[in-house]
């Protein structure tokens, strides 16, 4: 098992650019990842990286936002990001300042912070139904150009539910009623009334599965705010660390005013001391407004043709990896049932041919028709004839 | 019926008697459950002497078994078999726990519980082994959980996430079945440990992975395009975190005694040292760290001896 040598980005000039979604006037970007590497990069080298607002995930590496390129070679995900950064800025990175044992916890941290916020994000934004159609799509819909801003929201939203679906996060009941409720409203029939029974049933049901979502989120929430306690940051640092960046984008994004404030609402009454703290990491990293970062290219909502192509991607780095001496094998034994495969059938096509005698033939009927283009073309044709006449004169006789 | 037949037609009724015939018994009866049995996914090895599951789902709850009952005075052995199909499991799902009626505790017994005893038992689901062991071993619920203190319970919260997120997801992408071609033309689904390795990945994954055919082009979305390079260095990661904070101890986070942290992460290091992955990077990972290797043996003798093979 060789070591892997250690990962250093080639420097071909220019700057670094983060490449992000682009940012809603109370919303830096679409997805918290996106805001958690701006943040990340603006604490570690604020002035040293510009930013990129795209709509276009399919630029990047491994297919989602964000990304960081530098000159021809890029990272994506927001952990391979972070590795990245610190490079830029000279091995130092925002997790220095931790104890050893900190640093132990710290991975299952961020991990228990990513999946378990990073799920009630993509439920309030995508699965109740009233955010979904009234704020969420709209707002996709405003950053895609014009044939992408039709089916890429809805495709987006698609993409989340195995993962909320596994985590009992998505809301069935209040998505079939969406659905209904939109075809009712352009079809020319009158709606159907439902009864008050099934109509109380129905919002038994929808409450029962709210005080849910809401007791799970205050369990996770719970915790955090033990950790918290009365520091500033998570751990008894001055500086913020990759942890109080994670959860303070997360938060940033619950936060927000929509029509639907299920977590919201349980925020701001009970989780003031969380609420304090992503408003300080915020602070800490755009403190001015002179701190934000420069844009990379303007802020395009043109249509690309490229776009709409199926990019496939194209094995890279990763084939280097795959060449192992168990996956050779794999290989050489592939390559060799395929050349005993096309070789077995080329040989019997061929002895077919031979033994069949095709090849006389097609070169006798090659040879006359030489001679009788050589003779010239009417000579050759009575000929046919009389040949014909006596044929049939021969079956005629025969009895 | 309330009505009651009419005279003429209960006379010509009566011309055709109703015949019962006596019960058949039947040589094929399921024998009356005696232990309890826990069905898994068959071991690796067909010999009868491995009897730790291949699914990490199944190790998990076997772990959590032999963890607990080890702690008894007189510990009970629970017995074990992988010749159940999938499809016959509670939900689809292994694995399942088939108890005799009087061991459930009362908040276990459903509605429509048999008022006999017939000797079929109950087949419970994963979820309700935790309950069904406290009722057995007779425990209260402990706010704690076996852990030293509250920051330590909250601290391993975080590590569940951790071990069934990253380290899950690692064991997905690279486990022989998602790579090579041949699984997947293979009829039965049980011959690998993972249902659909691209089903679970995308479960596993916090972001979801962009589909092959681009997120912006015109044509449906089809199939995953799966950062393996990302996956690997957070994998990476993970185990180095967990072997710092195992350090010395004897159980994970300082606790004095086992508890369900340590049952999964004793699965997922047992998976991860015998998993045939291509490259071998998730078993070199977690061998060159002697504490987690020397924790995985420890444990693994507890968890080995707490189990027999089923016999009818």
């Known amino acids: 098992m060789a070591l892997k040598p250690p990962h250093t980005p080639p420097r071909t000039g220019g700057e670094p650019v983060l490449h992000i979604w682009p940012r809603t006037e109370h919303l830096h970007s679409l997805d918290p990842t996106c805001i958690s590497a701006l943040l990340y990069l603006n604490l570690l080298i604020p002035t040293g990286y510009s930013v990129d607002y795209t709509h276009n995930p399919d630029s990047s590496p491994s297919g989602q936002l964000p990304y960081l390129s530098h000159g021809l070679h890029s990272v994506s995900g927001f952990e391979l990001i972070v590795k990245n950064a610190a490079h830029l800025a000279n091995g130092k990175q925002l997790d220095d300042v931790l104890t050893p044992a900190d640093k132990a916890q710290n991975a299952a941290r961020i991990a228990h912070v990513e999946s378990t916020l990073g799920d009630l994000v993509a439920h309030v934004y995508y699965s109740l139904s009233a955010n979904w159609t009234r704020q969420t799509r709209h707002t996709i819909a405003s950053v895609l150009p014009v044939p992408q801003c039709y089916y890429v929201p809805e495709r987006i939203r698609k993409s989340y539910q195995p993962r909320l679906e596994a985590v009992e996060l998505w809301d069935v009941a209040g998505i079939e009623q969406e659905e209904r409720q939109e075809r009712e409203h352009f079809s020319f029939r009158r709606a159907a009334k439902k009864s008050k029974k099934s109509q109380e049933k129905a919002k038994f049901k929808e409450n029962s599965k709210r005080k849910k979502v809401s007791e799970k989120a205050r369990a996770f929430l719970d915790i955090y705010v033990r950790l918290l306690g009365y520091k500033h940051y998570f751990y008894h640092t001055d500086e913020p660390t990759t942890l109080d960046v994670v959860f303070a984008a997360h938060i940033h994004m619950l936060r927000l005013h929509q029509p639907d404030m299920l977590i919201a609402d349980l925020l701001t009454e009970s989780y003031h001391t969380l609420l304090a703290h992503c408003d300080r990491v915020f602070g800490r990293a755009f403190h001015d407004s002179t701190s934000f970062p420069a844009i990379a290219s303007p802020n395009t909502r043109s249509f690309s043709v490229r776009s709409i192509l199926p990019k496939i991607p194209t094995p890279t780095q990763p084939k280097g990896k795959l060449a192992s001496p168990a996956w050779a094998e794999q290989e050489r034994k592939f390559r060799l049932m395929r050349w005993g495969f096309f070789g077995s059938v080329s040989v019997i096509f061929g002895s077919y041919v031979y033994f069949a005698g095709i090849i006389p033939i097609y070169v006798l009927a090659v040879q006359h028709t030489m001679k009788a283009l050589g003779q010239g073309g009417l000579v050759d044709e009575d000929n046919d004839e009389e040949d014909e006449d006596e044929e049939d004169g021969d079956t005629a006789r025969l009895p | ?312």
Not at chain 2, 18 to 30: R, V
Not at chain 2, 175 to 197: E, I, K, R, V
Not at chain 2, 220 to 225: A, E, I, K, N, V
Not at chain 2, 261 to 283: G, I, M, Q
Request: proline share 8%; net charge negative; charged share 20%.
């Open chain 2, 1 to 312: 019926m309330a009505t009651v037949l009419p005279a003429p037609i209960r006379t010509l009724f009566s011309h055709f008697p109703l015949y019962t015939y006596p019960a058949t018994t039947s040589p094929y009866q399921a024998s009356p459950i005696r232990t309890p049995t826990l069905w898994i996914r068959p071991p690796r090895t067909a010999s009868g002497s491995d009897v730790l599951s291949s699914d990490v789902e199944c190790l998990k709850w076997q772990a959590y078994l032999a963890l607990k009952f080890s702690q008894t005075v007189d510990p009970a052995r629970v017995a074990v078999r992988w010749d159940v199909s999938p499809s016959g499991a509670v939900d689809g799902r292994l694995p399942n726990l088939h108890v005799a009626l009087e061991s459930l505790p009362p908040t276990l017994i459903g509605k429509d519980a048999k008022v006999k005893d017939d000797g079929e038992g109950e087949v419970l689901p994963a979820h309700h082994i935790p309950e069904w062991v406290s009722g057995r071993l007779g425990e209260d619920a402990d706010e704690l959980e076996g852990y030293k203190n509250i920051e330590a319970r909250d601290e391993s919260r975080a590590w569940v996430a951790l071990l069934e997120g990253n380290v899950h997801a690692a064991l997905i992408a690279f486990s022989p079945s998602a790579t090579s071609n041949l699984s997947a033309l293979s009829p039965d689904p049980s011959s690998s440990s993972f249902f659909s390795s691209n089903g679970s990945l995308s479960i596993s994954l916090s972001q979801p992975p962009a589909p092959l055919t681009g997120l912006l082009s015109l044509i449906p979305p089809y199939g995953q395009r799966v950062d393996l390079h990302a996956i690997e260095e957070k994998y990476i990661d993970a185990i180095k975190a967990l072997s710092d904070r195992l350090g010395e101890d004897t159980w994970i986070l300082g606790s004095t005694g086992p508890t369900p942290l340590d049952a999964l992460v004793f699965a997922y290091l047992h998976s991860l040292l015998r998993s045939h992955a291509k490259e071998n990077t998730l078993r070199f990972e977690v061998s060159r760290r002697a504490n987690l290797v020397a924790y995985e043996d420890r444990v693994r003798a507890t968890v080995s001896n707490a189990f027999v093979v089923y016999r009818k």
